[in-house]
Nanobody, 125 residues
Framework: QVQLVESGGGLVQAGGSLRLACEVS????????TTWFRQVPGKEREGVACISNVDGRTNYADFVKGRFTISRDSAKNMVFLQMNNLKPEDTAVYYC??????????????????WGQGTQVTVSA
């Protein structure tokens, strides 16, 4: 049973930083990836950043490139999302998700079957 637990959300002023963490446990699939998504009420969940659990290859949504960094600690089965220069439009519930590595389709939520409970990130103007 794959389980994901996020932490690190909170309230920050625009221009500030937050670091989210996702602990993944119970998986046996080696060719996999962990991805951060976010969602605001009334909108679809959107992919933010993805990291391969095989070789550490990363992908980012255009709207976070240069500001967010995804990384992993394989020994601890942890994935992190460092968010810098936060903007009010980054306000959302952030989720980590785990499944097979789907390559260029990484940002499509329908390919992920394992999700964390989400953590709220609020950026004030």
């Amino acid at each position: 049973q794959v389980q994901l637990v996020e932490s690190g959300g909170g309230l920050v002023q625009a221009g500030g930083s937050l670091r989210l963490a996702c602990e993944v446990s119970g998986f046996t699939v080696s060719y996999s990836a962990t991805t951060w998504f976010r969602q605001v009420p009334g909108k679809e969940r959107e992919g933010v950043a993805c990291i391969s659990n095989v070789d550490g290859r990363t992908n980012y949504a255009d709207f976070v490139k240069g500001r967010f960094t995804i990384s992993r600690d394989s020994a601890k089965n942890m994935v992190f999302l460092q968010m810098n220069n936060l903007k009010p439009e980054d306000t959302a519930v952030y989720y980590c998700a785990f499944d097979f590595d789907v390559g260029s389709a990484w940002s499509r939520a329908e390919y992920y079957h394992h999700w964390g409970q989400g953590t709220q990130v609020t950026v004030s103007a």
